[in-house]
């Protein structure tokens, strides 16, 4: 099995409800601004991965603790969903606690409809794979 990288372990911890919501901002808190930049980018990438939807935004934003009215969940629930995460990534510092808990409460909605719908508990998948 492939050896995942901390940033990798971590978002999909959070993902699948390993390590709640809340440690998952400790974590990225914890980070200077340009390695959160990185951070967001690289859910970003694996909301891509998961085929993301704006229901699941729409889903992800009902359990991200971020107000329908910041810049983040109103971009998360419009379309082109993949254009408006690109917004949501190039926000401005101020707003990235707000983007990372929008991307990560929306990737977890979108991979596990993923692992429900594709890997139904059968794939090799390394980040599928963590408990």
Known sequence: M?????????I?????ELHSLEEGVEWFSAFAPEEQKS??????????QAHV?????RKGLEKSGVKATMTPAVLIVREPILEQIGKIERLPQQEYLKAFRVLMSTFAVADARRREMECRGACSHAWHNLS
């Open 2 to 10: 492939t050896e995942l990288r901390a940033s990798e372990r971590m």
């Open 12 to 16: 999909n911890e959070v993902a699948q």
């Open 39 to 48: 951070v967001l980018h690289e859910i970003a990438l694996y909301l891509m």
């Open 53 to 57: 939807t704006v229901e699941d935004g």
